[in-house]
């Protein structure tokens, strides 16, 4: 469901939104801009009107709430933010998520957790096998529920809309899990 928060007239300008206070900081919450533009007519035929949305991702998402995924499973976990983790994490396994804008795209940073191998997680654009834009080590962290952050920087973003899609690595068996991740704009 959508909660219009405010609106503007005209072709150009900025619009000026406020952080959702009526949601948990850990709900599905994403922006969406909403536009609709009529024509004045011309040569006898009435206005046309057209309608458009454009979805805006935050730049900090629970992993769980990917739209496309392989071989991984939603964990419940009590001090995960939200309660629960992408885990049953194994070699070649991936999350995604869109739309996304990545166009200033500086660092990407990611709250895991691990008793497995640990591993190394991808950040692709375009699709798990697209434009590799960073690569971070997950270390072993001492148990599912001891998380820790882990940090990369991101390299040649793409300029327009895309998929985001994470990646595991790592060798056999269960290797991490993912609690959430923050897109840093620098």
Known sequence: ?????TSANGCSGTIKTKADGEHDPNANIFGVF???????GGGGQPPLTTHDQSIVQPK???????GDSEGVSVISHAPANGGKTVGDIHN???ISFTPYVLRNAKDFTARVSSAGAGGTL???SGSPTGRLLGTVTVPVTGGWETFQDV????RNPPAGS????????????????????TIGTG
């Open 60 to 66: 900090h998402r629970q992993a769980e709430h990917y």
């Open 34 to 40: 909403d536009a609709e533009y009529t024509d004045g």
């Open 1 to 5: 469901h959508g909660h219009p928060v």
């Open 162 to 181: 895309t998929t985001l899609s994470l990646v595991f690595k790592g060798g056999a068996g269960a290797l991490f899990d993912v609690d959430d991740f």
């Open 151 to 154: 940090r990369t920087t991101l």
């Open 92 to 94: 070649g396994d991936w």
């Open 122 to 124: 991808e950040i692709h």
